[in-house]
């Protein structure tokens, strides 16, 4: 499998991007997308001036517990800048996505509890919320990292999306909101004891 296919088996439709979208990304936008991968891992993230969005990791299930995820994630730490990245809550019928949390929660990151994201996927029609996860070595609030994920949203998830997928995503305010008073608990905070075989990202 190349790297698109690795990664459209693992993410649900709804999140991911269509391959268009991503090679659009890395060509046009290739000061700031990149792709990290090798016969293990696939890492694509964004890297902007004052901070670092992981749009997607994956670690092959043959070697997930042998480090390969913390290696990529340190990799990126070593910019020191904030990263950033979105999580689906806790699915019980999904287990992937706790062990996915347990594995950024290891790592230092923090839930955005301030942070609403909802967006509609163009793939499905259906609204998709999601979670935001930071690591800051900096301490960052979560209105600085409110403001970081906008850039994010317009830069790089609605690149040309009219072009690219014939409609276009909703406007950034309309899927963003910052609330510091928020109803959210704390998605880490919540989760279990470890589980086996953690490195799963």
Do not use: C
């Not at 090679?23 to 964004?46: C, N, Q, R």
């Not at 790592?107 to 609204?127: C, K, M, P, V, W």
């Not at 830069?155 to 309309?174: F, L, R, V, W």
């Amino acid at each position: 499998m190349n790297w698109y296919e690795k990664l459209n088996k693992y993410f649900p439709v709804e999140e991911m991007k269509s391959r268009k979208h991503m090679e659009m990304l890395l060509e046009e936008k290739g000061d700031v997308y990149y792709k990290d991968e090798s016969p293990t891992h696939v890492l694509m993230y964004a890297e902007f001036d004052s901070f670092i969005f992981i749009d997607y990791l994956w670690v092959s299930s043959e070697t997930r517990g042998q480090g390969i995820g913390h290696q990529l994630i340190e990799k990126l730490k070593s910019k020191k800048k904030p990263i950033i990245l979105e999580v689906e809550p806790v699915n019980y019928e999904d287990t992937d996505t706790e062990k996915r949390l347990h594995f950024y929660s290891r790592e230092g990151f923090r839930h955005a509890q301030s942070i609403g994201y909802n967006r509609r996927s163009l793939a499905t029609d259906e609204e998709t919320p999601m979670e935001i996860l930071y690591w800051s070595p900096n301490d960052e609030t979560e209105e600085m990292i409110f403001e970081q994920m906008k850039k994010m949203y317009e830069s790089i998830h609605t690149y040309k999306d009219e072009e690219i997928y014939g409609k276009a995503y909703q406007p950034a305010d309309e899927v963003l909101s910052y609330n510091k008073k928020r109803d959210s608990i704390d998605i880490l905070q919540g989760l279990k004891k470890p589980l086996a075989n953690p490195d799963k990202a």
